[in-house]
């Protein structure tokens, strides 16, 4: 009777086997970078709490993976579980993780611009100062009038290409300029490079399982969910 009642409830499946390994939900959160309040509710069934889209997905992935489950028969019975949560775009709690994301990466981009800040105001002073004490002596010379850039090649400006490159066989999910994301499998060694405009988000099974790199900067390991920007390229620097 048990085992009939496991068969047809997703989340207990999913403690069950967690149990059997002797892993905490806090271990798994950890290792998944998957709050414990998403994975408690992935338990109790209570897909609400959950992100929706690929994101669900990604996380029903990286869960089975650490309990010892197949995690793309996982994925399948999910899907089967919560036929239309698991394939509606602009779940409610899509929103609300695309907001925690880009307030995390406000506030870290924030710190980073005033770091620049600090060092960069007393330069700009003494340049100015230099300038002002000369003016007297030496009249500027004439500058000349930068072109303005072409509409091709504002266009360039204005695309970036982010490659992620496995190193083991492992699958995740990317979604460029928040469109339909894709569910991606590489093997070791392998590589994919995807194009966007505004941003490309990667969330991870196993973040240790993959680097990425774009415009020239090393290859760097995920640490979890990842949202990759052209002004983060710029700055070189890059938010987790």
Request: proline letters at 7%.
């Amino acid at each position: 009777m048990a085992t009939e009642r496991l068969a047809g409830d997703f989340g207990a499946r999913l403690r069950e086997a967690r149990e059997r390994r002797g892993l905490s939900l806090r271990v798994i959160a950890d290792t998944t970078r998957i709050s414990v309040r998403a994975l408690e509710a992935l338990e109790r069934n209570d897909i609400s709490r959950l992100p929706g889209g690929i994101f669900s997905r990604a996380f029903v992935r990286a869960y089975a993976t650490e309990i010892g489950l197949d995690p793309e028969q996982t994925v399948a019975e999910f899907i089967t579980r919560f036929p239309d949560e698991t394939v509606t775009q602009g779940h409610p709690r899509t929103r609300d993780l695309v907001a925690e994301l880009d307030a995390d990466h406000d506030r870290r981009r924030g710190s980073g611009f005033l770091r620049v800040a600090l060092i960069a105001v007393p330069i700009v002073l003494l340049v100015l100062w230099f300038a002002f004490g000369r003016r007297q002596t030496i009249e500027p010379a004439a500058q000349p009038v930068a072109a303005a850039p072409t509409p091709a090649a504002q266009a360039v400006a204005r695309r970036f290409v982010v490659t992620v490159r496995a190193l083991r066989t492992t699958t995740f999910s990317v979604a460029p300029d928040r469109l339909a994301g894709n569910d991606v499998t590489l093997n070791s060694g392998e590589s994919r490079a995807f194009e966007a405009m505004r941003e490309v988000m990667i969330i991870p099974t196993d973040p240790s399982a993959i680097e990425w790199s774009a415009d020239g900067l090393p290859w760097r390991t995920l640490t979890g969910p990842t949202t990759i920007t052209p002004e983060q390229l710029t700055s070189r620097v890059v938010l987790p």
